[in-house]
C-alpha cells in the first residue's frame, strides 16, 4: 500500500478542482468569450518545459488559460445552439469516471461500466417507450449514434437483398437508395460519408416551411425504383423543432422492406411527454434511433445514444472480437458490440448518476419547462413590429426573422444579434435557413425559467427598438 504522503500531492489537486468547480458554477461568469485567438494562443501554445511541473501549478494555469476563452453554456442565459449544462450531479459522476479510470472496452474491463451501461440502456428504452428489446449503444453524440444505426441499416438492407456486406463490402454491393428531406442535419450528411455513402446514393425530398418532407413526395419517389432503401426522418427539425410524420413514413418503410433511421439528436426526448403525442407518434416504428444525453437531459459532454431494433443487425455492424477480448460464460454485455470503439470512456457512470437524480418526473419537467418557456417567449414577440416568429414552436425551438417589407433584413437580424449580446446579458446567435438571416434561439439550457424567458423576450424588444432607432 502507498504511504500517505505519495496521495498529498493528488489530493490538493482534486481539492482544488473541486473548489474552483463550485465557484464556476454558482458565481456570475461572462457568457461570451474575452480573449481573442491570438491571446488564447499565447497562453496555450508555450514551449512544453522540460521538467515536470506541479500539479497544483498546472490546474492553476489551465484555469487561467481557458477562462477568457470559455462559452457560457451552462448559464440558464445561453440561447444559441442547441447545447445542455452539464448537470453538477453528472459532472461529479463524470470526476468518479476520471478518478477510476476505467477502460468501458469489453466487460471484462470494467464490470461496473459494462452494468451502469445497461441499466442506462434499459431506462432508456422505458423512458422513450421504444420497443424493449432494442439494442443500446453509448456513444460520443447523435452524430456517432447515426453512424451506428446507418450502419446497422447498411448492413441490414443489404442482407436482405441478398448480399453478404460482412463478407464482400460495399464496392460491389447493390446501390443503396437513401431518402431524406433536403433540410436534413449535416449530422446524417457526416455519417453517411463516414460509411461510403455519397450523393449517387441520396435522394433529397424537397422540404416544406418547417424543413420537413411530405410523404406524399417521398411515396412518389420511392416507387421510381426497386432496391435496398432506407429513409432517414427527422424527430424534432434543428431550426423550427418540427416533426416527420412517422406513422406514413413507417408505411412506405414497410411497403418497400426499408429501414427507417430517426434523427432525434434532442426531439426524440418529447416521448416523455403525453401533449407532444401528436408529434412522437409512429416514432416506435422505425427500426434505429439517434439522441444525444448532452443536450435535453443535461449529461456532461460526450454523451449520445444509438438504439437499434434489432440487436442482430446492430451487433453485425459494430462487433469487434478478438482472442484477446476475454468473453466468460458469467459475462454482462460487452460495450462492443454496440459502439465502434475498443477503448473508450466509461459513459455510462454520468448517465446513469443524471438519470438517477432526475427520475421519471425529473425528465418529464425539464423538458416540458424548455417547451414553455420557449413558447412564452414566442407569444411575447408576436406582436413585434417589423419582427416575424415563425409560427408558434413545436418544441423548444423559436426562429425570429426580420420582416421582409423592412430593407435589408439580413443585416438587420445580424443587427439585432449584435445588440443582444453587446448587452453580455444573453448568448445568442443567427443563422442562415431557407434564404434568410433569422434569430434561432434553443431553449434547453440548464436552469432555465419563466424569468430568463420573460428577460429575453424584454431584451429582443429594446434591442429591436435600438436597431430602428439605429436605422433612421
Known sequence: MKPESAFLPAHSVLSRVAEYGLAYRHSPRPLHPEATTKELRQAFCVPLPEEPTAGDDVIDRLIAASEPGLVGNTDPNFFAWVMGGSDMVGVSADV?????????????????????????????????????????????????????????????????????????????????????????????????????????????????????MSVDDLGREMDKTKGPKMIIGQAGHINSGAFEDFVGLAALARTHNAWLHVDGAFGLWARVLQDKSYMTQGLELADSWSVDGHKWIQIPYDSGFAIVRNPEAHKRAMDTSAGYLNIGPDDGRN??????????????????????????????????????????????????????????????????????????????????????????????????????????????????????????????????????????
Open 96 to 212: 468518479l469516471t476520471s478518478v477510476w479510470g476505467q477502460n468501458a472496452a469489453i466487460f471484462q474491463t470494467s464490470p461496473a461500466a459494462a452494468i451502469a451501461e445497461e441499466a442506462v440502456a434499459g431506462w432508456l428504452l422505458e423512458l422513450l417507450n421504444l420497443p424493449r428489446d432494442s439494442s443500446v449503444g453509448l456513444v460520443t453524440g447523435a452524430t456517432m449514434a447515426t453512424f451506428v444505426g446507418l450502419a446497422a441499416a447498411r448492413s441490414e438492407v443489404l442482407h436482405r437483398a441478398g448480399y453478404d456486406f460482412e463478407a464482400s463490402g460495399l464496392q460491389n454491393a447493390p446501390l443503396i437508395r437513401i431518402y431524406l428531406s433536403d433540410d436534413a442535419h449535416v449530422a446524417n450528411h457526416s455519417a453517411l460519408r463516414y460509411l461510403g455513402f455519397g450523393d449517387t446514393n441520396l435522394v433529397r425530398i424537397p422540404s416544406d416551411a418547417k424543413g420537413l
Open 335 to 472: 460495450p462492443t458490440e454496440y459502439n465502434p470503439e475498443l477503448s473508450r470512456r466509461a459513459r455510462g457512470f454520468s448517465a446513469w448518476a443524471v438519470l438517477m437524480s432526475l427520475g421519471k418526473t425529473g425528465v418529464r419537467k425539464l423538458v416540458a419547462g424548455h417547451c414553455e418557456t420557449a413558447q412564452r417567449v414566442a407569444e411575447r414577440l408576436a406582436d413585434v413590429p417589423g419582427l416575424e416568429v415563425d409560427g408558434p414552436p413545436d418544441l423548444n425551438q423559436v426562429i425570429i426573422h426580420v420582416s421582409d417589407e423592412l430593407a435589408e433584413a439580413d443585416d438587420l437580424a445580424e443587427h439585432l444579434a449584435t445588440r443582444l449580446n453587446e448587452s453580455g446579458q444573453v448568448f445568442v446567435k443567427t443563422a442562415v435557413w431557407k434564404g434568410r438571416s433569422v434569430l434561432r434561439l434553443s431553449f434547453i439550457s440548464n436552469g432555465i425559467d419563466t424569468s430568463h424567458a420573460d428577460d429575453l423576450a424584454e431584451a429582443i424588444v429594446q434591442s429591436w427598438k435600438m436597431v430602428c432607432e439605429d436605422m433612421g
